[in-house]
Structure formats: structure tokens, C-alpha cells
């Protein structure tokens, strides 16, 4: 079962018209590429995709399964949205109570056990060593959880014992008991999972890592599984722009992961030419049907990118079919789909220090985001740390850093 409802307010306008899961990554690739891939490469034969918001791109990009094998007599994939039953339900009320509802799913395949993952980790798994770990000791659940460098109040914490027993489990504590971060992948036991989400629809939140994995400390057989290799949590803007740029540092083993996408659906149409560089490009990925006629540095070319002559792209990852006109400077710029930025257009090149003024915790590193279908008038001057709604008119030749436009 994977978690893919979620539409995340940190991401901003990259999630306005999509859900995360869907946002576009390393070029070519959507988030959601790595657990379906990771999956495929496990073996797991059917997986339910619970989505919620604005599922259309995100249906659309899977579509059969079949760019990641999951269609044939005894496999498949099948995305599982919210529905009304015999009385009135609304929206999942969390990841919980987004599986719960759907009991019905598991129990037409009767499998022994239940993996359950979200949908917007960076990470290459092979989850049948967590299968064997999680068999081998007989436990009722396990979670996997990877260790971080930095404790910050954004994730779930785990203490994890000589003989991988958790003793103790908090989500988004104050103070982290440990550097152990759940990475929101667990395997139960069929049954008990029915029988705890059965009990939890009683309650009044339904989240797996606040209000069921806590509560199963030290009353069940409840193991850490730890994982040492890549791992990334695209949640925040920070996080998602730091991601991207450690494929270009060389952290990121791509190649070796083997992922799957769908490369039909908006990532390379069948009719896109192979990419024509004719000025230069360092340090970057330049995707098919990419036309680059000014310079391009350290920077993530999705599709389709139009790049005029005396433009410079610094830092930056720019999504799908976006034209960038003559002589226009963009600098730590994620900017999305079908946008359009002006001649002499400058973007992120100055103000760098200074915070947005309604996301300051979350922009407030020298970014820029354009949302899609942008339209940035020839010769504008945008400042760093601002981020522009696909509905946003600009009107002014000059937006100070840390300007919010809707």
C-alpha cells in the first residue's frame, strides 16, 4: 500500500495543481517513481496507491502499471481514492484511516503481511531483506527508520535496542531521543493490522506514526529495521531543491537503482528529439527535446526546455516544455511546467539573505519557485526567496525579495 494522498503546504505552489507525489524529479522522474520501482524490484506482485488530492496527474502517470511491470494475470496496481459507503465518508481522515478503508483491497489478495509506504521518499530498497528481517523475528510490525545527521522536529523518532526491539517511539518530538528517523515504511502481519486500524477507527486521529505505532511499544513485537544507504524526505522546499543537487554532487547512484517511469506521459514524448546543446552545459542534466543556446551550470532540465541565446541557468531545475528568452540570468530557480520568462528576465540573482515574508521558515535559503504556467514579462527583476502562484499577473518590473505573488 502506498501513501500518496497528500498534498503538502511546505512544497508550496509545486503542489497548487498536484499532489506531491507527482511533482517531477532528477528530470525526467516523479517522486513516486522510487517506491513503485523499489517495489518492482522486490517482487511485490499488486499494490494499492491511496490518493486523495487532485489525483489526475498522478493517475495518469501510472496508469496500467505497466512502465513498472505491475499488469498481468496475478499482478497489478491500482490507485484506491477516497468513496462514499453506506454512509456518508469523506476525505481519508489520515494514513491510518486511508487503509483502513480500504480492508476490502487487502483481504480480495490475502497476504501474510502488508507493506505500507509513503510516497514521497528518495531512496533505493530492496524490501526483501526487510521482509526476511521482519519473518525471522516473528514481529507483528516493523519500521524501517534511517539516521540522520541533523534532529529536527519533522520526523518520527525511534529507540532501537541491541536486539532491534523499539522501545520507544515519538512522533515530532521537541527533543529526539535519538538520531533514528522513521523513513514511513512498515510491514505488518495481515491480521494484526486489521485488528489495530479496526481499534483506531474509534479514535479521533487516524496517523500511523502519532497515534498507532506508539501505542504498540512494549505491547507487541515491534522492531526497528535500520537502512544506511540514500535517503531524502521531499516535504519541504529545502529538502526537495537539496535532493536534486545531490544527483549533480554525485551522492545519488542512479543509474545503479534501475528506476522506472512513465516515458510516455509528459516526461519524453514520442515525438522529442534527442537534446541539442549548441552553447554549454556543465555539471547538469539536460533531458530529451531540451534546446540549449545559452549556458546552463549545475542545474536539472526536464523535457522540453527551450534555453535562447545569452540566457544563464545557475543552480536551478527548471520542469517541463518552460522557454527561457534571450539574455534572461536565473539563479537557485525551481521552476515548473510551461512557464514562460521573458528577455533579459532576471530571477534569484539578488536579495539572497533576505527571508520570504510569509514562508520565512521555509524560504529562506536563496530560493526561487515559479509556479506553473508562469508568464514573467521581459525584463522583470525577481528577488531571491519569493515564490509566484500559477495565477499570479505580474504587474511590477521590480519584486523584492521575499514576495509572496498570487
Not at 454512509?87 to 480492508?103: C, F, L, P, R
Not at 483491497?105 to 526483501?128: C, G, K, R, S, T
Not at 531521543?177 to 505488518?188: D, E, G, I, N
Request: charge should be neutral; include cysteine; hydrophobic fraction near 35%.
Amino acid at each position: 500500500m502506498v501513501l500518496a494522498g497528500g498534498r503538502v503546504d511546505e512544497l508550496l505552489c509545486l503542489t497548487e495543481k498536484r499532489p506531491k507525489a507527482a511533482i517531477p524529479i532528477y528530470g525526467i522522474y516523479r517522486i513516486i517513481d522510487f517506491v513503485l520501482s523499489n517495489m518492482m524490484h522486490s517482487g511485490i506482485d499488486n499494490v494499492g496507491v491511496l490518493s486523495q488530492y487532485r489525483p489526475y496527474s498522478l493517475m495518469r502517470h501510472i496508469g496500467t502499471g505497466e512502465h513498472w511491470d505491475f499488469i498481468g494475470r496475478k499482478r497489478g496496481i491500482r490507485i484506491l481514492p477516497p468513496y462514499r459507503g453506506l454512509k456518508e465518508s469523506d476525505w481519508y481522515k489520515g494514513t491510518a484511516d486511508a487503509v483502513y478503508q480500504n480492508i476490502s483491497y487487502i483481504e480480495e489478495f490475502n497476504p501474510e503481511h502488508i507493506l505500507i509506504a509513503a510516497a514521497d521518499h528518495i531512496y533505493h530498497m530492496h524490501y526483501q531483506s526487510l521482509i526476511q528481517f521482519h519473518i525471522e523475528n516473528n514481529a507483528d510490525a516493523t519500521v524501517c527508520f534511517t539516521e540522520v545527521k541533523s534532529k529536527t522536529d519533522r520526523f518520527g523518532y525511534g529507540v532501537i535496542d541491541k536486539h532491534s526491539i523499539i522501545n520507544q517511539y515519538i512522533e515530532k518530538p521537541e527533543t529526539p531521543p535519538s538520531a533514528w528517523v522513521s523513513m514511513t515504511v512498515y510491514l505488518f502481519k495481515t491480521q494484526f493490522l486489521i485488528d489495530i486500524l479496526k481499534d483506531n477507527a474509534t479514535q479521533p486521529s487516524h496517523e500511523f506514526g502519532r497515534d498507532i505505532i506508539p501505542k504498540l511499544v512494549g505491547k507487541s513485537r515491534l522492531f526497528g529495521y535500520k537502512f544506511t544507504d540514500y535517503w531524502a524526505y521531499a516535504r519541504t522546499l529545502a529538502s526537495y531543491f537539496d535532493t536534486n543537487m545531490d544527483l549533480l554532487k554525485g551522492k545519488i547512484p542512479l543509474k545503479d537503482w534501475q528506476i522506472r517511469t512513465n516515458l510516455v506521459e509528459g516526461c519524453e514524448k514520442s515525438d522529442r528529439l534527442p537534446a541539442r546543446i549548441d552553447g554549454e552545459a556543465s555539471n547538469s542534466v539536460i533531458s530529451d527535446g531540451c534546446v540549449v543556446l545559452g549556458k546552463v551550470e549545475n542545474s536539472i532540465l526536464s523535457p522540453g526546455v527551450l534555453v535562447e541565446k545569452g540566457v544563464e541557468i545557475v543552480d536551478s531545475i527548471i520542469f517541463h516544455d518552460t522557454k527561457i528568452k534571450r539574455n534572461a540570468q536565473l539563479k537557485r530557480v525551481i521552476c515548473d511546467k510551461n512557464s514562460w520568462i521573458g528577455e533579459n528576465a532576471t530571477i534569484g540573482t539578488f536579495g539572497e539573505k533576505v527571508s520570504s515574508k510569509e514562508f520565512g521558515d521555509l524560504l529562506n535559503y536563496g530560493v526561487t519557485v515559479l509556479g506553473k504556467n508562469s508568464f514573467i514579462p521581459n525584463n522583470a527583476k525577481i528577488g531571491s526567496n519569493t515564490v509566484v502562484y500559477s495565477s499570479a499577473e505580474i504587474k511590477n518590473e521590480v519584486i523584492e525579495p521575499g514576495s509572496v505573488l498570487r
